[in-house]
């Protein structure tokens, strides 16, 4: 059935949930997960150079703390499901292609995903969720 699943997270509640049943389906037919959270790069219409280098080190710096808790959450329930687990970070401006290109690097035959995410369900039609499902080769479970 499925080998390797992928779980894009944004660390939203409905998120979470989508994380946990991936989980759980990896382990009943045995497969492994791979979690992923893709951030977006800091863009800024501010003028002064010393500005935007400051608030660049505090947009990565948090960025790499709230990715880091997300993905250690994941590993954390992996684990403690017997299931295995990697995680990755990546840094793009459209994080619908950056799911579906670490899909197919990664040889993933299913891509979990919440059915919206930080900005709720109102934005559903503009969501990554519905570009993965436009765009992706892989099959996509989609969890609501």
């Known amino acids: 059935m499925y080998r390797h699943i992928l779980l894009p997270t944004d660390g939203s509640d409905l998120s979470r949930k989508a994380i946990k049943h991936g989980i759980a389906l990896a382990k009943a037919v045995g497969a ?63 994080p619908y292609k950056a799911i579906i290109d670490i899909a197919q690097e990664k040889g993933c035959d299913l891509i979990i995903m919440a059915s919206h995410g930080l900005r709720g369900v109102s934005a559903i039609l503009g969501s990554e969720t519905l570009k993965v499902l436009t765009h992706s080769r892989v099959p996509i479970l989609v969890y609501r």
Do not use: N, W
């Not at 002064?48 to 997300?70: N, R």
């Open 32 to 94: 492994r997960v791979t979690a992923i959270v893709v951030s977006t790069p800091f863009q800024s219409l501010v003028v002064d150079p010393g500005a935007v280098s400051k608030a660049l080190d505090q947009y990565k710096a948090l960025a790499a703390e709230q990715t880091a808790k997300y993905l250690d959450a994941v590993r954390s329930d992996a684990q403690g499901a017997g299931v295995t687990c990697s995680v990755s970070c990546v840094e793009h401006d459209q």
